[in-house]
Nanobody
Framework: QLHVEESGGGLVQPGGSLRLSCVVH????????IGWFRQAPGKEREGVAC???????KYTNSVKGRFTISRDNAKSTVYLQMNSLIPEDTAVYYC??????????????????WGQGTQVNVSS
């Protein structure tokens, strides 16, 4: 059955780190671009990072230099390493498959399969 599944969220102090994982099932990761999104309470879902099927990353400005997206096609997994976390990073984080194979999009409507999300809380 085709789906994606996130894990790795939790509670961390400001300045700390977390690594999120997105495991894909039912399709070959090597052919697809995968995006990470987040949604904080009362805010719209926003794109955080994306990696296309050639391994090229893209980041939203607020996480550049702090977050790193990577992929291991053999493990069917995409990672989001989050360092120097700040309270504003608190949100539910989702991974999603781009419906256009090789392209990352800002628009969440361009992604066809979404996970259930994993909660990240940054607080002292």
């Amino acid at each position: 059955q085709l789906h994606v599944e996130e894990s790795g969220g939790g509670l961390v102090q400001p300045g700390g780190s977390l690594r999120l994982s997105c495991v894909v099932h039912g399709f070959e990761l090597i052919y697809y671009s995968i995006g990470w999104f987040r949604q904080a309470p009362g805010k719209e879902r926003e794109g955080v990072a994306c990696m296309n099927n050639r391994g090229d990353p893209k980041y939203t400005n607020s996480v550049k230099g702090r977050f790193t997206i990577s992929r291991d096609n053999a493990k069917s997994t995409v990672y989001l390493q989050m360092n120097s976390l700040i309270p504003e990073d608190t949100a539910v984080y989702y991974c999603a498959r781009s419906s256009h194979y090789s392209t990352c999009y800002r628009d969440a409507n361009e992604y066809d399969y979404w996970g259930q999300g994993t909660q990240v809380n940054v607080s002292s």
